[in-house]
């Protein structure tokens, strides 16, 4: 695949889902054993989304990236450099890589914006994976592809300086205190996001949930080698909040932290609608590598 701005489907790509011996695109292992930023569940897909995957798998979705069935962790010896981008993508341009894509609608949007560039949506539930199939197939999309993989597991694998942006939208907030380790922006992803990014790259993440602002912040802001690139000042509480106490943070110290605007390059989908809708505040953040 060439780096072209042509919107016609895409020709099978190495790594990419094979086709079985009866000629079907074959699935993936779908769930491991490890469970750390979420939660296995095997949701049924529906004609459309099964439609979807057996006809625009073997086209996106990377195979023979997982360690072995039923595993969502990469293999051990997968390096993802600029090697395995220039035969995977077909190219050199730069890689921006998603973390929890959900149903694609961003990552989506952004390949058909940016031809240019080179996209990889890190996503573990099928329905989501099949929905960003779907996109990717009915738009012709040639500079995108996904990968079922645990994302901080796979972010190990990435050679150092391959990715320009690292997106992290809405992650899974885990609201109860005692999940709070569970979140998946934790000081060993930010390593990891670290030296897979290129100098000047940056890690833009966005929550609609106050307690995760802070959560961000805390993991973030005091780390020598990334810099908080935002200019806006928002109130947070300085202590943190669960499920059953969320009302007492208005009642709490807060203080001044530096967020982002809102990126532009992320479209309005209907999660984020959702969040707005309750009366929720979107916070973005912009860290910078130095």
Partial sequence: MTAENSTAAPTTA???TTASATGEPTRPPLYGRKVLSFVRRSPRLDDRLQRAWDTYAHD?????INAGEGSLDPRADLTLDTAYVQRVWGNANPLVIEIGSGQGENVAAAAEAHPELNFLALE???????????????RGLRNLRIA???APELMKAVAPGVVSEV???FPDPWPKMKHHKRRIVQPELAADVRRALADGGVWRIAT?????AL???EVMDGRDDFANAGALTVSLPTEHVGKGNAA???GLPHADFAESERFEGRVLTNFEKKGLAAGRVIHDFTYRTR
Avoid: R
Wanted: glycine share 8%; no cysteine; hydrophobic share 40%.
């Fill in 60 to 64: 996106y979705l990377l195979s023979g």
């Fill in 167 to 169: 997106w992290t939208f």
């Fill in 148 to 150: 079922q993989v645990n």
């Fill in 215 to 217: 959560h961000v912040h």
């Fill in 124 to 138: 573990v539930y099928d329905p989501g994976v099949a929905h960003t199939l779907l996109l990717a197939g009915k």
């Fill in 14 to 16: 190495p790594d990419a």
């Fill in 248 to 250: 007492d943070a208005a």
């Fill in 208 to 212: 609609d949930i106050e307690d995760y």
